[in-house]
């Protein structure tokens, strides 16, 4: 799991033990968790918080018996608690749907930019990287522009023509939310400005620089500076909210992809594959 995911987790189970701290329940039952304690936990907030948020807190228990190898107890029970939760979600709970990243919008910010600018031809190339290959916005860009290791994000060798097609093209990524190993992204060529292939090449022709550094990595006089998530998205929202669209952020660029090859009539079968999802949540979008 990712650092940000295993300190959430980390606060579930900190909440947990307070919970049962506060309703008695024996350590016998408390780890591995007693189906009849979950089901009560869960059910103990259900109206006052989201139903994401309880899920979430189930999620970073289960975590915890996987870690621990210890038998999770959670069955067809707790799932009625849980779904009986949404219905009493409080509005106050609920937040906005994320807009997603649009064609339009998409189109609207590679003709903004400067592609012979060394930073905008990094920020259209990951634009249309993270929308078409449906990534989030942590697995591209790292969050310090000092940050120049590849461990966690892909570097420019990990950028490559595939050997099977003509028309497209593979982006390894060297680590995810849901793979500490890491997963392939497909990109496929497109006809216009909107080519993730083209606008990667142009990219990396325009910022010459060693094939270890970061992909999204871009020249300055003083040598290679970091592409990082807070800039990248700065420069979008400089470009979208001046033609009044709202502030968008980065999860909206997986979302719209998601959405585009969805509404672009491509099997949701071969989408969730594509955008390597692990369950069937990107059917919301």
């Avoid at 906005?96 to 012979?116: G, H, K, Q, S």
């Avoid at 672009?264 to 079968?269: L, Y």
């Avoid at 369950?279 to 919301?284: I, M, P, Q, W």
Wanted: charged share 15%; proline share 7%; hydrophobic share 35%.
């Amino acid at each position: 799991w990712a650092k940000s995911t295993m300190a959430g987790y980390s606060c579930h189970v900190t909440h947990f033990l307070d919970f049962c701290k506060q309703e008695g329940v024996p350590e016998s039952l408390q780890f591995p968790t007693d189906e009849f304690v979950l089901c009560t936990y869960a059910a103990a907030d259900a109206g006052l918080v989201s139903a994401n948020t309880i899920q979430n807190r189930l999620s970073g228990l289960k975590a915890w018996h996987s870690t621990h190898g210890a038998p999770w107890n959670g069955g067809l029970r707790l799932r009625v608690i849980v779904n009986g939760a949404k219905n009493l979600t409080p509005s106050s709970s609920k937040n906005l749907p994320r807009p997603p990243v649009t064609i339009t919008i998409l189109l609207l910010l590679i003709d903004n930019l400067d592609l012979a600018d060394p930073k905008d031809a990094a920020i259209a190339s990951c634009a249309l990287n993270a929308f078409w290959g449906q990534c989030r916005l942590g697995e591209l860009l790292p969050s310090s522009s000092s940050d120049f290791t590849t461990d966690v994000v892909p570097s420019r060798s990990h950028f490559a023509r595939s050997t099977c097609s003509r028309n497209s093209s593979t982006l390894g990524l060297p680590r995810t939310k849901t793979n500490r190993d890491g997963e392939k992204v497909v990109l496929v060529a497109c006809s216009d400005s909107l080519d993730p292939i083209s606008a990667t090449l142009s990219h990396l022709a325009t910022n010459t620089l060693p094939d270890n550094l970061p992909l999204f990595a871009f020249s300055t006089p003083s040598g290679p500076r970091m592409l990082t998530k807070a800039a990248f998205l700065a420069r979008c929202n400089q470009i979208w909210t001046a033609s009044g669209y709202p502030r968008t952020t980065g999860h909206s660029f997986r979302i719209g992809g998601t959405t585009e090859l969805l509404t672009s009539s491509i099997p949701p079968d071969v989408v969730k594959s594509m955008g390597r999802w692990s369950s069937d949540s990107f059917l919301r979008y």
